[in-house]
């Protein structure tokens, strides 16, 4: 797919919120006279206070756009600067499927004790009868946060919970959320399934003694949790350690037989292997490669997955009884 390409913009310093609402209505007025397709599917919230949490964060929107068309909303809050509101309008064009389909983002910077109530400022810019996703860069929101009110569904990254993740739960328990690692460890929740679907191996199932996880502290812990909520698993048997990339080892003991399923990801390649170790010595083996873009690829399957997601939740909540 083609990369977006910015057709029209606006910008400003301490404006109104009326006078962004207005310029992006002149900016899609303008785009109507040139016969171009508009269309969303959504309003998309991001917060991201940081230049680098902000750049990350339109990049990979604006690489998903022609897919995933929306209303793009940026918000960079400071309640420690003065009150103001900085803004910027973009209307976007991209080809997709042989089409051309525009899309519109906009920047708020907002200064002061605003910053601590986005959400009366995106209630002017969201798209009725449309799902509200809010997505909170790098972070996660704190439960009393006014701009929840506002979403369909919430958006984040449990690798950013640190020790928060009894938080992230309360929040599940209350909208639906949509976890980027957990879809980015799709490929080891899939091979290590995968490699229990022979009959020789999946007979193994009955007999798991210990699991080993490595990696961050976020993947880690989901993965520890999905094992033993899927396992039925004591926390005394699984074993969660710090690593570069995830690892995953499930060891079963059936009297004197012992039996190893692997799921590892090498320093040099974006690849994922899994084998399986029987003691006849027969090994299975299987791999996925990863995409060379992970933050794009994991926001775009986000964005189809705007639902309760039952297995993620009692993977977290497994997980909160994981040791650190």
């Known amino acids: 797919m083609a990369d977006a390409v910015a ?5 400003a310093s301490g404006v109104r919120l009326g006078d962004v609402v207005n310029a992006l209505a ?3 007025h303008q785009a109507g006279e040139r016969n171009t397709a ?9 917060v991201a206070p940081g230049d680098e949490q902000a750049y990350a964060a339109t990049t990979a929107l604006r690489s998903i756009g022609g897919h995933h068309p929306a209303r793009i909303v940026i918000l960079r809050p400071d309640p420690d600067e003065v009150a103001t509101l900085d803004a910027r309008a973009t209307l976007y064009a991209v080809q997709a499927d042989g089409h ?6 906009v920047t708020l910077s907002v200064g002061g004790q605003a910053a601590n109530h986005l959400d009366s400022l995106v209630e002017a810019f969201t798209l009725s009868d449309l ?3 809010v997505w909170y860069v790098n972070s ?10 506002v979403a369909s569904a919430v958006l984040l990254d449990s690798r950013d919970a640190g020790g928060q993740l009894r938080d992230l739960l309360e929040l599940a328990r209350r909208r639906t959320v949509v976890d980027l690692s957990w879809i980015r460890l799709a490929p080891w929740r899939d091979l290590l399934a995968g490699l229990f679907d022979p009959a020789d191996c999946r007979v193994w199932l009955e007999f798991v003694a210990a699991v080993e996880v490595q990696g961050k502290p976020g993947p880690r812990h989901l993965l520890g949790g999905w094992l033993s909520s899927q396992l039925s698993l004591r926390s005394d048997q699984v074993a969660l350690n710090d690593g570069k990339h995830v690892e995953v080892r499930v060891t079963c003991r059936r009297g004197s037989e012992a039996a190893t399923f692997d799921v590892l990801r090498g320093d040099l390649q974006r690849t994922v292997t899994a084998q399986a170790t029987l003691p006849t010595g027969a090994m299975a083996r299987q791999a996925i ?3 060379e873009d992970p933050l794009p690829s994991a926001l775009a399957a986000a964005l189809t997955r705007l639902r309760p997601d039952v297995t993620w939740e009692k993977a977290l909540s497994s997980a909160t009884n994981l040791g650190l």
Not at 38 to 46: E, H, K, Q
Not at 100 to 105: K, L
């Open 289 to 291: 490669t990863l995409s």
């Open 38 to 46: 508009r269309t969303a599917v959504m309003t998309l919230i991001a």
């Open 140 to 149: 996660v929101p704190d439960p009393a946060d006014p701009l929840l009110s």
């Open 7 to 11: 057709i029209d913009t606006w910008d």
């Open 131 to 133: 799902p509200v996703v």
């Open 26 to 28: 002149e900016l899609r």
């Open 100 to 105: 051309q389909i525009n899309f519109e983002e």
